[in-house]
């Protein structure tokens, strides 16, 4: 079985909703890591090599986190700033992520059609997420699509149960350590076919 | 006359209080001053001071032992050992030269070859007394001249030694038929001892110097700081110095050379400073005394019945000591006007000569004549060398080129740092520590001398001290400081060394710990900006983490803590200036702070629970959008 490190970045997490659901379904899975980073590092002064030691220890690593201007929140690019280190997680003696599998869950707040060409956005999260999907391969590891909840304004309770419910579904899948292929076939996590 | 002591000071006080700063409002050193109180008072002009002059000379001949033991402190062991072919160098040929020029030159006028021989080694001793002093108020002790100069004077103080003991070989009578008048005057304990035990004796004696100073005088002045009681630490300082006189005394060493030893010693404990700030008004005071004792010793009866040969003997001494001077210091290569000035520096007879002379008439090897003579001339010669400075400084030397200003490598200080750091409890020591974490090393002082000493063990370089006092706050070299912090507990230490500092040095940044905003406030008023309250961050650290435990996230109690913080500060700025200025009676100031309380609690009422920071807040997002999207 997979182990996963969840790194959750949220600065205001007692006021989401969306995260709060989420984060509570997941947390307390067997052989799962939930790391708070906003929590933990409330001063932005992260704790590099324990942060090593816990990546060096799991097989998959999420970065949980709300999308913010098509970005992360600064601390998790802080973490990503501090953390992967050139000569550990790159560079020509930087092997120590290499086969572990990285991939992006976010929150959004504007609905999936927003981000596509013809919408809002005009990108896809896809394409927003490039700069980490480039850092997880800079680093050895393989990117696997997002799991997204967007359109976090309009979700019902009934509709968020089911985003969570899928979430935990991901989770577990990740966990048994699928074909990846299957994953990369899909925009997007959500959509893989075992999970609906 | 009634020549009560209180008298006498009064004369004596008097006469400095009035001639010194006269001699110093038209440009003259205060030695001069001294000099001439001295003879205006003494028996030939006023004659408040009688014969009673030689005793205050004796008396005040103590202010030279303190003298040397302030610039033993000021010496390094190291230093003092990097010194010592200078100052048999220089010393030796200083000495050497003198005694021959000057015993050919007395034989030559038909002295008995014992009387010369007396005389020279009386003339070939300079005043340590004078020349230190104008060293010293010149600031020219840095320079080779004032190195050369103090070297010589040190070897001085050692020959003389020898020379006091040679005396008694030159006698004319027996030894045994002195009588007790001489063993009285000069009696030292070792002098019924084999020579080979006396000279253990002398060995003994300065080896206890040494090793009473590390373990003997730096415990002692730990026990009495810590009863921290001021006056104590002047006293012990004062018993040092007795007490080391005394032991050279009993065996016949010079107290000057035996304090200056003690200092050495003391040079590198934490005490250096303290101990200069408490014995240097003592000095002053002592050799101000010295000074005018021997203004008022001169003779001048002697002077009227034969003013050719006296001042014959005086211009004879003078430039037979000013050619000796000139030319080691062409042998040791000092530049033109750094030898001028040693040559005009150390051309008189010292006080040394005094002891000497009244000796050496004891001896019955000089008659009274003579040594009435030589007295007056060593006195004569104290006061001509510092008007022949003024001469050599006004004419001679704006003729020879530039001063030099070049630092000596016996530098007294260690090391003067841009940063003081005042006071190093628990708050200092932080500060310490993290400046130190950076490399950058503080000159700090304290007035715990245990903990002192633990952090002189932890490298750190820490001095013993009440920093309110500027004169200490000067030798740990505040004028070259670029901040001064101050962390000390007691606010009105606090008070009065911001004041102080402020008025002598207004440039220097401040940065001050103070205790609350009451504080703060008063140091608002005198203009100090960077003030920082020892209270408000930690509690304020506090607070947010009992909310943490509480269920609040960390990342927005470290928000809200930092901003709680920068409002406080904001807030109490303008209180600050609301206040009402004149109510400084304790009264009002309780009422002042209760209303203070009442009106930041009321500012804090006012901005409520933390409702400003919206950031990231989706839940108001989502709020809006269902508003726009019933209104559409």
Redesign the interface.
């Known amino acids: 079985m997979n182990s996963i490190l969840i790194l959750f970045a949220h600065p205001k997490f007692e006021q989401s909703r969306t995260n709060k659901a989420l984060v509570r379904r997941i947390e307390s899975v067997e052989g799962l890591t939930f790391h708070d980073l906003y929590e933990r590092y409330p001063d932005f002064h992260i704790d590099i090599s324990y942060e090593k030691e816990l990546l060096a220890g799991h097989d998959i690593v999420i970065w949980h986190h709300p999308m913010y201007w098509y970005s992360c929140p600064p601390l998790l690019k802080q973490w990503i700033d501090l953390v992967l280190e050139y000569g550990w997680a790159y560079g020509p003696k930087g092997t120590a992520l290499k086969a572990k599998k990285c991939l992006n869950v976010i929150t959004t707040g504007g609905t999936r059609a927003l981000y596509c060409a013809e919408g809002r956005n005009h990108y896809s999260v896809n394409e927003f997420l490039r700069p980490f999907e480039q850092t997880a391969r800079l680093c050895g590891m393989e990117y696997l699509p997002p799991f997204a909840v967007m359109g976090t304004h309009e979700l019902t309770d009934a509709e968020l149960e089911r985003e969570t419910c899928k979430y935990e579904k991901t989770i577990r899948l990740l966990q048994q350590g699928g074909s990846s292929s299957d994953l990369k076939a899909c925009d997007l996590l959500n959509d893989v076919p075992d999970l609906n | 006359m009634t020549e009560s002591i209180l008298f006498n000071a009064i004369v004596f006080l008097a006469g400095a209080v009035i001639c010194v700063p006269l001699a110093k409002k038209v440009g003259l050193s205060s030695v001069l001053g001294y000099l001439f109180a001295g003879v205006l008072i003494g028996p030939y002009l006023l004659g408040f001071v009688g014969e009673e002059g030689q005793d205050i000379l004796h008396f005040a001949e103590f202010g030279v032992v303190m003298m040397l033991f302030l610039i033993g402190l000021e010496i390094e062991p190291k230093n003092f050992w990097n010194m010592r072919k200078t100052i048999l160098g220089m010393g030796g040929a200083q000495v050497i030269g003198t005694m021959l020029l000057s015993f050919l030159m007395f034989d030559l006028m038909g002295f008995d070859w014992k009387v010369s021989l007396t005389i020279s080694m009386a003339v070939a001793l300079s005043s340590t007394a004078i020349t230190l002093q104008t060293l010293k108020e010149k600031g020219l002790f840095e320079t080779t001249y004032g190195a050369s100069s103090f070297s010589i004077l040190l070897f001085q103080d050692i020959i003389v030694i020898f020379m006091l003991g040679a005396l008694p070989l030159l006698s004319n009578i027996d030894e045994s038929a002195l009588g007790a008048e001489v063993e009285a005057d000069h009696a030292s304990l070792l002098d019924n001892l084999p020579l080979g035990l006396q000279t253990l004796a002398i060995i003994l004696s300065v080896v206890s110097i040494v090793v009473a100073g590390r373990y003997l005088f730096v415990p002692m002045l730990r026990k009495v700081a810590n009863t921290r009681v001021r006056e104590l630490l002047t006293a012990s300082a004062l018993l040092i110095v007795l007490g080391i006189s005394l032991l050279m005394e009993l065996v016949g060493l010079s107290p000057a050379l035996g304090a200056f030893l003690g200092g050495v010693v003391l040079a590198t404990s934490e005490f250096k400073h303290e101990l200069e700030s408490t014995l240097e008004p003592f000095k002053d005071l002592l050799l101000g005394l010295f000074f005018m004792a021997v203004g008022a010793s001169i003779d001048f009866m002697v002077i009227k019945e034969n003013p050719l040969g006296v001042g014959g003997v005086l211009m004879a001494v003078i430039a037979l000591k000013a050619v000796v001077l000139f030319l080691v210091g062409a042998l040791f290569r000092l530049k033109l006007d750094q030898r001028l000035l040693l040559t005009v520096g150390l051309a008189q007879i010292g006080e040394f000569a005094f002891v000497l002379l009244s000796f050496a008439f004891q001896l019955n090897i000089l008659s009274a004549t003579q040594m009435d003579t030589m007295l007056v001339v060593t006195a004569l010669t104290m006061v001509m060398t510092p008007i022949l400075g003024i001469l050599n400084e006004r004419l001679v030397l704006p003729r020879v080129g530039t001063k030099e200003s070049e630092k000596r490598p016996i530098d007294h200080i260690a090391k003067q740092h841009k940063v003081i750091l005042v006071g190093f409890g628990h708050f200092g020591s932080t500060v310490g520590r993290f400046l130190r974490s950076h490399g950058i090393e503080a000159t700090i002082l304290d007035f715990d001398s245990n903990r002192v000493d633990l952090l002189r063990k932890m490298g750190f370089e820490v001095y013993y001290g009440d920093a309110t006092r500027i004169d200490l706050l000067e030798s740990a070299g505040i004028a070259e400081a670029k901040i001064l912090i101050s962390a000390l507990d007691d606010p009105n230490s606090t008070l009065k060394l911001m004041k102080m500092v402020k008025k002598r040095y207004p440039h220097l940044e401040l940065m001050v710990r103070v205790k609350n905003r009451y504080e703060a406030f008063e140091l608002f008023d005198m203009g100090i900006e960077n003030v920082y309250r020892e209270t408000l961050d930690t509690s304020v650290r506090l607070a947010s983490d009992v909310l943490s435990k509480m269920g ?7 928000r809200q803590a930092q901003n709680f913080i920068k409002l406080d500060e904001q807030s109490m700025r303008r209180l600050a200036k609301e206040r009402p200025k004149d109510e400084k009676e304790y009264i009002f100031r309780v009422r002042e702070e209760i209303a203070q309380q009442e009106r930041v609690m009321e500012e804090d009422w006012q901005r409520g629970i933390y409702q400003n920071d919206n ?5 108001q ?2 709020l809006a ?2 508003a726009t999207k019933k209104k559409t």
């Open positions: 609040f996230r960390k990342y927005t109690l470290y950031h990231w807040d989706s839940e997002m989502r959008d269902e």
